[in-house]
């Protein structure tokens, strides 16, 4: 999922970033010979401070603790169940004309026509078969198992040049499009914080929670 991919991205670049500085604090290899000299070997471990955390203040008198609010503006997800959508309502005409003026750019004028992913298609409907053709694009219709992460998703991550530019009734409009797109929902469908988590992904069942004992 683009979520689990975008944690996993920044992941990766925490772990870069720790061992390139493991590399640099780490002390010099020793010269050959210079190693034995008395008094010379100042990167060894044993000239440092005893313990940096004993040294170290308690605060350092910099930042402030964040707000209520700006802990709140990040703190917007929405869980499988709906928990977590705000008020508001979209339907699929309103994210009709949304999604023409600010997502039909990179996914084409149907969701289908990229250039970036494809979004609408409800085709195979049958099965679930993406590990036998991996070149099948995973569409909100034939992938996403649950309709609530469509609005989370696109609240938080579109349009990419712009997250969280859309207002919540914005993201439930062009939410509404796609699934009618997808044909998930009828035409007259009006989603909002109670019928959203009510409609029926067809990949829902090919999700599981992983029980295996690790
Ligand atoms: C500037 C280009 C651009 C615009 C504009 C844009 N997107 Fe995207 N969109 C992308 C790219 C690139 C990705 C893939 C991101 C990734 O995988 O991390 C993506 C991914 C998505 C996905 C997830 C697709 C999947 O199945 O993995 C959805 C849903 C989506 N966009 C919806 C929208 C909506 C709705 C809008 C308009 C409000 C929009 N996008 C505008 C480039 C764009």
Partial sequence: MPRTLLLLGTGLWCVTLTASMIAQSAPAPR????ASAPGRNTSAPTSRPSS????AP???????????????????DVMPDGTGLPTGEGTPAAGATLFAA?????????????????????????????????NLPHTIGNYWPYATT?????RRAMPPDAPGSLT????????????????????????????LPTVKMPAREHFVPDTRRR
């Fill in 150 to 154: 469509v609005f989370d998703y696109i």
């Fill in 31 to 34: 010269a050959s010979g210079a």
């Fill in 168 to 195: 919540d009734n914005d993201v439930y409009n062009v939410t509404a499009f796609l699934l009618h797109a997808n044909e998930l929902i009828p035409a007259d469908f009006v989603v909002n914080a109670a019928t």
């Fill in 52 to 55: 940096p955390a004993t040294t």
């Fill in 58 to 76: 308690a605060r350092y008198g910099i930042g402030r603790p964040a707000t209520a609010a700006e802990i709140g503006a990040w703190d917007d």
């Fill in 102 to 134: 600010r997502c039909a750019g990179c996914h084409g004028k149907t969701g289908k026509e990229g250039p970036n992913d494809v979004l609408v298609g409800a085709a195979p409907r049958q099965g679930f078969p993406f590990a036998d053709d991996p």
